[in-house]
């Protein structure tokens, strides 16, 4: 069966691209949604901290999935016949790609409402909703990445994962000084 | 005139070792562009599924589809945006025309990439063409069904267009003309696609929000009538959002059937809530 993840765009398969292709699409994919999150929240006009936003939105991903990975090796990967850190890592890349897609796909709506009803609440809420899903297809993206290495990464583990994820990126978000409202 | 829609003739005699014809699939030949956007608006009203199915076989044919329906999607959002604009004046009406155009072809390409990005995430095998195909398919039904509905249009507006409050039923009416045909749109599209065992969740959220990219544009670039009570301007100056002008359209309707409905005395008010 052919895997579900975005990495597949384009008709060419993940794992034979260059592992810097993925890796500069995801983080270029949520710097772009970081940039245009800023403008929503504030309705400012561009400033250099537009480009602090944009650039602290991919660290604060990469800093989320360093944080979480080791706890997923230890705890779960080493448990599964086959499963290496190394593919934890690509499967974590995979994940990052499909985070930074889908938050550039929706950057054009984010920027539209933050441009055309700057005085409207709209745009905060998109930007939350735009962003869990955004984490929910990465969490896809990064099960399904496993799967294909012959990992079961489903149940409570998968949740429990998703979970600690998540939380860990909103802290890492907020430190960051990044907000959503 | 009859659809493109090919039919494989079955064989007088079948031995065991022939297999069974395989149907081709359904195609949009390739005809001059007037001739083929006649011929795609025709299959597209009597079987959207074939054209559909074309998007989904791909192949050489699919590079002008886009191109044709949306000149068929254009073409409706067009005239039933003239007729919108006609119930104040013919110049309203040929302004109003292209705003209503901008308004369907923008929102589709605001809204775009997120269709392609999530249906490739939930399984569809499909590329960036053959989602812009698939999004024009409903863009093109909801036109046409525009297209159908303009002499309804045409009553309806000379039934309710009388000073003072006519201006409010006509916005609400417009509203739900043109709800009604992008529920069309979207309805086609959603049941082409599950005759092909494709998901089709994302879609309707992905409608919810074209509807309120739609709206939110529709403002921006208002007025397409105008209210009666203020200066006739091709654009408006960007106030407030869509969302709270269809907050106050709506109190202002419930007035008018209440009978509690008063002409208000700020300009800037009225300007604000002009559709």
Redesign the interface.
Known sequence: MQPSSLTALGGTHALALPSIRPLAIGIGGTALFGFVLRTAVTHEGFSLTHLGWALSLPAVTLLAWALCLPALYILWATRQPGLGASQCVHAALEAVHTLGLSLASTTPLLWFFAATAPESRISSPLAVLFTFLALLASGHAFGQALHRHGASFTGTTRIAFLVLHAVTFAQCAHGAGLSWQ | MSTSVTETPTPAVSTASTPPPVPAPPSVPALPPSAGILRTAEILLRNPSAVLAQVQAGGPELRELPLRLTVCALAGFGIFGFLLGFTRSPLTGLTAAPKLMLVGLGSL???L??L???G????A?I?ALQAVCEALVALATTGLTLLGLAPVWLAFANTVNHPPTGYFHIMLGSLAFMGVAALRGIWVLMKALRAQSRTVIHLLAWTA?YG??GI??A??VRPFVGNPGSASVVIRP?E?????AAATLWRSNVDTFTGDWRPRSSDSDTQGESW
């Open positions: 390409a605001v809204c990439p997120a392609h990005v999530y490739r995430l939930l399984g095998r590329s929000l309120m990219v939110q544009m403002w921006v960007l407030s959002s869509a969302f709270d």
